[in-house]
């Protein structure tokens, strides 16, 4: 999992500082939206707003935008859309597995955005199910680093039903059952341990491993999916070395 998770991580910081930064606002803010309808308005008897929340402010949404998100999605102030989850599936070149999850209040031109940006860059579509079963839905909470170890938060998280804690460089990240998603993070703030977000992801359970030529065209097709307003997430199967990863950054 390592080699996705640490690109998507060093990819998630950089949108904070440049041009990005706008669209990663607004499907953070969809994210606390969509809680706040599901769950209430509470952030104590509503995990999955209070997870949303906290992603947002790491980020540096301003707490007006965030205040307002939750009260639209609540139903407390007007202008609230009735997004749905979809999901599609493809591949991308190299036989990469794709999975893309879909936010939207426009089923047409979701399917649209994600066939155009496949199509153009050397994707493919799928049907339902076909790349799906290479996924397990797991709890992924990012940790940074900072003067932790990792015996630190495994010790912390490893009662919590925490399974696994990789090494991401700048940060870790720790994997669980995603029923154990909000147990393993309780157990990080009871530790002490600040956390950057805490979210049930889809995890890979196989890896393509990427040259720097492969990874180029993988990270160009991600990009170009996740600049439709409508794609929330994207989550694909390959590994890429920190060897190219560094060529790749250069």
Not at 66 to 87: F, P
Request: glycine content about 8%.
């Amino acid at each position: 999992m390592s080699g996705h998770s640490k690109w998507a991580t060093t990819k998630h910081k950089k949108a904070v500082i440049d041009a990005k930064r706008g669209k990663l606002f607004a499907k953070l803010i969809k994210n606390i939206e969509v809680a706040a309808r599901t769950g209430g308005a509470d952030v104590d008897g509503n995990p999955t707003l209070f997870d949303a929340i906290q992603k947002a402010k790491k980020s540096s949404v301003p707490n007006k935008n965030i205040d307002s998100a939750v009260k639209r999605g609540a139903g407390l102030e007007a202008g609230g859309a009735d997004y749905e989850t979809i999901m599609y599936e493809g591949y991308g070149p190299n036989g990469v597995a794709v999975l893309i999850e879909c936010l939207t209040d426009n089923r047409n031109r979701a399917a649209s955005d994600v066939r155009v940006a496949m199509t153009r860059n050397g994707g493919s579509m799928a049907d339902p199910g076909s790349v799906s079963y290479l996924f397990n839905r797991k709890g992924v909470v990012i940790v940074p680093k900072g003067e932790l170890t990792e015996d630190d938060v495994l010790t912390a998280v490893l009662d919590a039903g925490a399974e696994e804690v990789n090494d991401l460089g700048e940060s870790f990240e720790v994997l669980s059952e995603a029923t154990d998603l909000v147990a393993v993070r309780t157990a990080l703030q009871e530790a002490g341990i600040d956390y950057d977000s805490a979210d049930a992801n889809f995890v890979p359970t196989m890896q393509v491993e990427l040259d720097e030529e492969g990874a180029r065209k993988i990270f160009k097709l991600i990009d170009a999916l996740e600049d439709s307003d409508d794609v929330q997430n994207v989550f694909a199967n390959f590994d890429v070395s920190d060897d190219v990863m560094a060529k790749v950054d250069a």
